[in-house]
């Protein structure tokens, strides 16, 4: 099993449209979650930390849900500046706590 | 406030040639990252320094890749001889410690004919 499996999109969805990707992780010692944002040919960028009580940065709502190991991004009312991939993040668990694993991504293209 | 700056960025060797990269970090950033991103894949940790010492570098492939980070600041990383299968963008990361933000560069594309 991978350490971060994401939902192998890509996700094309109309401008507007609500759109969730999805998560799992494989070590439940696992501290901190992440999702990153990389725009086609460009770094990663961090877009919002994860928190078991779940957070929300506007249309960005992020989910944890430790137990089941599971966690989600919803963007609603997609804007064209969306499209993107998206990256599911876990820090910590394994021999370096500090050191970040990363998904594989989820593309993510709006459309007009 | 300047990001993490890399060069080149773009770079096409031929197999068995050798490649070095540069990274220049946040300034004030102690903890220094190199990642591998192969196409369609996540960003992969290669090595962690933690001012000019490796904290983890358990993903390197040592018998061809080698990283150092003499003074503590910039970075460089090498690949020798270089493989195929190395075509990569080799992405710089930076943080102020080892818990802390990392704040990528804009990465070295790397292709090897």
């Known amino acids: 099993r991978k350490e971060v499996e994401q939902d192998p999109g890509p996700f094309n969805v109309p401008e507007g449209a609500t759109v969730a990707f999805n998560c799992t992780y494989s070590n439940s010692a696992s501290q901190s979650f992440f999702w990153y944002r990389q725009d086609c040919r460009k770094e990663p960028k961090l877009l919002m930390s994860v928190y078991s009580s779940g957070n929300e940065d506007g249309r960005f709502t992020a989910q944890l849900n430790r137990a089941s190991q599971y966690i989600s991004l919803l963007i609603r009312d997609s804007k064209l500046s969306d499209s993107a991939t998206y990256l599911c993040v876990v820090r910590g668990g394994g021999g370096s706590q500090g050191n970040l694993i990363f998904g594989k991504g989820t593309k993510l293209s709006v459309k007009p | 406030e300047a990001g993490v700056a890399q060069s080149p960025r773009y770079k096409i060797i031929e197999k068995r040639q050798s490649v070095a990269f540069w990274c220049n970090p946040i300034s004030g950033h102690a903890t220094l990252y190199w990642y591998q991103q192969i196409l369609g894949q996540g960003p992969k940790l290669l090595i962690q320094?933690?001012?000019?010492?490796?904290?983890?570098d358990s993903q390197l492939p040592k018998d061809r890749f080698s990283a150092e980070r003499l003074k503590g600041v910039d970075s460089t990383l090498k690949i020798q001889p270089a493989k195929l299968e190395d075509s990569a963008v080799y992405l710089c990361?930076?943080?102020?410690?080892?818990?802390?933000?990392?704040?990528f560069g804009p990465g070295t594309r790397l292709l090897v004919l």
């Open positions: 320094f933690q001012n000019n010492g490796v904290v983890d």
């Open positions: 990361a930076s943080s102020l410690g080892g818990l802390e933000t990392q704040y």
